[in-house]
């Protein structure tokens, strides 16, 4: 059998960074950033639903994030699930729409974040260690010579090695944006 192990540990360990860069996507840094809303889920009509599917949410500033429902019946509901979401953020809505003053981070607050993105990283490389494992597994399943094997063993164990330094640069990009103010 005759597999691009290299193409395919790639493609899954680039899945698996993108998963991670998504997660840290939601930590705020002192800075608004409309992607800190991606798991606030709003009942709407019983079902739950994303914020960014039921309105529009800007950044008129830099700590300040603006969202504007489609349909202002909700605007309860939003202001509801952002509060209950324990994002430290405390909704205001003035009938038109819900804004969100983020505060400034406290030093306490910024160690918490770094913690959490470190326990993000460390999901990070297990999710590259265990690609690592399913490559090599299906590698030994297909039979392939000794000398064969060692070699794209090597390779990918290469790739394994790049992609642990895209986790680590990552995390301290993460780790200086939360604790610079």
Not at 6 to 29: D, G, V, Y
Not at 158 to 166: R, S, W
Request: glycine content about 4%; hydrophobic content about 35%.
């Amino acid at each position: 059998m005759n597999k691009d192990y290299i193409f395919l540990t790639k493609e899954k360990m680039n899945k698996a960074i993108e998963n991670m860069e998504e997660r840290l996507s939601t930590i705020r840094a002192g800075r608004a950033n409309p992607n800190m809303l991606d798991n606030v889920y709003v009942s709407y009509y019983g079902t739950p639903t994303q914020i960014k599917q039921l309105a529009t949410i800007s950044v008129p500033e830099a700590r300040q994030i603006n969202i504007k429902p489609f349909d202002k019946s909700i605007l309860g509901a939003i202001e509801k699930a952002i509060f209950e979401a324990n994002l430290g953020i405390t909704p205001n809505n003035n009938g038109e729409s819900v804004f969100i003053t983020i505060p400034p981070l406290t030093e306490e607050r910024r160690r918490e974040l770094v913690k959490q993105t470190k326990e993000y990283a460390e999901d990070g490389r297990i999710a590259i260690r265990n690609i690592r494992r399913d490559i090599l597994d299906e590698l030994k399943k297909d039979g392939l010579s000794e000398d064969v094997s060692k070699n794209i063993e090597e390779k990918i164990q290469e790739v394994v090695n790049e992609y642990n330094k895209k986790v680590e640069l990552i995390i301290k990009e993460k780790e200086n944006e939360l604790m610079n103010i």
